[in-house]
């Protein structure tokens, strides 16, 4: 009984306003799933440890390589961080500032891989405890990034023995 009260009632809608779907409606809805574009970086060497002379010397560690590939239409940027100057595990008052630098990187043809920012080094007595250097590409590609990270020893005589260590985080996103 319902269904045939409502079948008359819009039959007289839609006599009254000369529509033939007076009671006909639809929706759209857009659903997009955005998959991002494959992106990796890699550290292709492992920890690195020195033994320090006690002279006044930095000490740079081997040249540490990393192996950027984006498949991005509109290209990456790759940043290394430290997590807070070089610090003396067993005593953390004791801190060296560390320096960051990309002397140079191999990049595939046409890729745009360019310098953004390639040196920076902590202040730790002025309060500047991070380090960042970065690179990026304007299109798809790869690199093969070398980066140097270099204990400035500063004045030998205040260095409290033991080990310092620094952490360098290395991140890939998309432009």
Same mark, same amino acid.
């Given at each position: 009984m319902t269904r045939h009260l409502a079948s008359i009632a819009c039959l007289?809608?839609? @006599?009254? /306003? +000369? #529509? %033939? !779907?007076a009671c006909a409606q639809s929706s759209d809805a857009n659903y =997009? *799933?955005?998959?991002?574009? $494959?992106m990796a970086l890699d550290a292709l060497r492992g920890p690195q440890y020195r033994m320090h002379p006690g002279t006044s010397s930095d000490i740079l560690m081997t040249n540490?390589? &990393? &192996?950027?590939?984006?498949a991005s239409g509109t290209g990456s940027t790759v940043t290394f961080s430290t997590d807070h100057p /070089? #610090?003396? =595990?067993?005593n953390s008052d004791y801190e060296r500032d560390v320096r960051l630098r990309i002397p140079n990187m191999f990049v595939s043809p046409g890729s745009g &891989? @360019? $310098? !953004?920012? @390639?040196? !920076? #080094?902590t202040n730790y007595a002025a309060g500047d405890d991070v380090a960042t250097v970065q690179v990026s590409s304007d299109t798809a590609g790869v690199a093969l990034? *070398?980066?140097? *990270? =270099?204990f400035i020893t500063g004045d030998p005589a205040t260095l409290a023995g033991g080990e310092y260590e620094v952490t360098v985080t290395g %991140?890939? +996103?998309e432009n």
């Open positions: 007289t809608i839609a @006599a009254l /306003f +000369s #529509q %033939t !779907d =997009t *799933v955005h998959i991002p574009p $494959f540490s390589l &990393w &192996w950027a590939r984006t /070089f #610090q003396n =595990t067993g &891989w @360019a $310098f !953004d920012t @390639a040196t !920076d #080094q990034i *070398v980066l140097h *990270v =270099t %991140t890939i +996103s």
